[in-house]
């Protein structure tokens, strides 16, 4: 129970902040366009494929989309830094998590978190943490339903990825369904918000929303596995490795032997039958790309670009199981340029779209009743 003293002091607390919030009412616009500017400003920094993906989407969503990516940004940048240890982490992504609910200063949050950062974090991610100020007051004059959305996704992906990094190591995830769960937090939950504010913007998709949130998961599970199969040897080079070790035993291979050039034939088994379990999740990505209506191009741009995307870097990974740095099997400007085109050209045409999907995944694994992502 709050003592008589720590009850003034924060009623004093609220007050001051009511007081502020009457103050700022004059100058909102002029901090609201200088914040927008950066958040414009940085995405371009922080990922060139979603700084040129998220301005597809319509105004109504441009704007929250760009925060919300910004948000799981920071959440990453977390995870990501080799110098930060299992406790910081962990401590930095429940700060952050208190910093959006409005519980903690982001002034004080970057003040701490900016100075630990380690020399692999680039640049642009640094200069986010130092910034976080001015994304959380974009993120706090959103509507209840789009704030509500953001704080759901980055709570759960904090928390959720700060257990996975306490117990990362070289022999990989125990099972699929571990590795499910590790999907779901870093972008199964990204799907789950993304389809919220894609229902808050729209009447028509709203309609649609139970069957949507059914595919969310699966369609942010098609991609960041992908990212984890291209990955791999960046991710251990980091002290970690996110695949099963279940269906790498099942074909006699150890995950723990994985620099190991003798077995990469036996290993290329298991790569082969995660890239069909990844291709059925991106078949899912489909349809829920066509449950958006058709009016909607930017959104469904916006699905479709990192679909294909997505779809393109299978074929490179399956075409070269023996690679050993992400670079051999990334995907080429001139690729991006082909997706880019063809989604503008046929966005609206469903039956040429699964047309295109089903030529340029014809090649790749099919996997049988692969598990089903797990909903935390």
């Not at 927008?36 to 319509?58: C, K, M, N, W």
């Not at 028509?204 to 040897?233: C, P």
């Amino acid at each position: 129970m709050m003592s008589a003293s720590a009850a003034r002091a924060h009623e004093a607390a609220a007050l001051f902040a009511g007081l502020q919030v009457h103050m700022n009412v004059g100058t909102r616009e002029h901090i609201a366009a200088s914040d927008l500017d950066y958040q414009e400003h940085i995405l371009q920094g922080v990922s060139r494929t979603f700084a040129l993906t998220i301005p597809q989407l319509p105004d109504g969503l441009l704007r929250v989309v760009s925060n919300g990516y910004l948000l799981c940004r920071i959440a990453d940048t977390i995870e990501d830094d080799p110098s930060l240890d299992a406790a910081q982490k962990r401590y930095f992504s429940e700060s952050f998590v208190q910093v959006i609910t409005g519980e903690l200063s982001p002034e004080r949050f970057a003040a701490e978190l900016h100075p630990l950062l380690g020399a692999s974090i680039l640049d642009a991610e640094k200069d986010l943490i130092e910034n976080t100020p001015r994304v959380i007051r974009i993120t706090h004059g959103f509507r209840d339903r789009q704030r509500a959305a953001l704080e759901r996704c980055v709570r759960i992906m904090s928390r959720g990825m700060a257990d996975f990094q306490q117990n990362k190591s070289l022999d990989g995830l125990a099972d699929m369904a571990e590795m499910d769960r590790y999907c779901y937090y870093v972008a199964g939950v990204v799907g789950e918000m993304l389809t919220e504010l894609f229902c808050d913007y729209s009447a028509d998709i709203d309609a649609h929303r139970s069957e949507l949130q059914k595919l969310a998961v699966s369609f942010g599970q098609g991609l960041q596995m992908t990212n984890i199969l291209k990955d791999i040897w960046e991710d251990r080079a980091r002290g970690a490795c996110w695949l099963p070790r279940e269906v790498f035993q099942r074909v006699g291979f150890d995950l723990s032997d994985l620099a190991v050039d003798g077995q990469r034939e036996t290993f290329a088994l298991g790569l082969s039958e995660l890239i069909g379990i990844a291709r059925l999740h991106l078949q899912n990505a489909l349809s829920y790309t066509l449950l958006i209506p058709r009016h909607e191009a930017g959104i469904r741009r916006f699905c479709l670009w990192a679909l294909g995307m997505a779809v393109l870097t299978l074929r490179k990974l399956h075409a070269r199981m023996d690679f050993t740095s992400g670079q051999q099997v990334k995907i080429s400007r001139r690729s991006v340029r082909g997706v880019v085109l063809a989604s503008n050209l046929f966005v609206g045409r469903d039956w040429l779209l699964r047309l295109l999907f089903d030529g340029f995944t014809r090649s790749l694994p099919v996997a049988e009743n692969p598990p089903k992502p797990i909903l935390v």
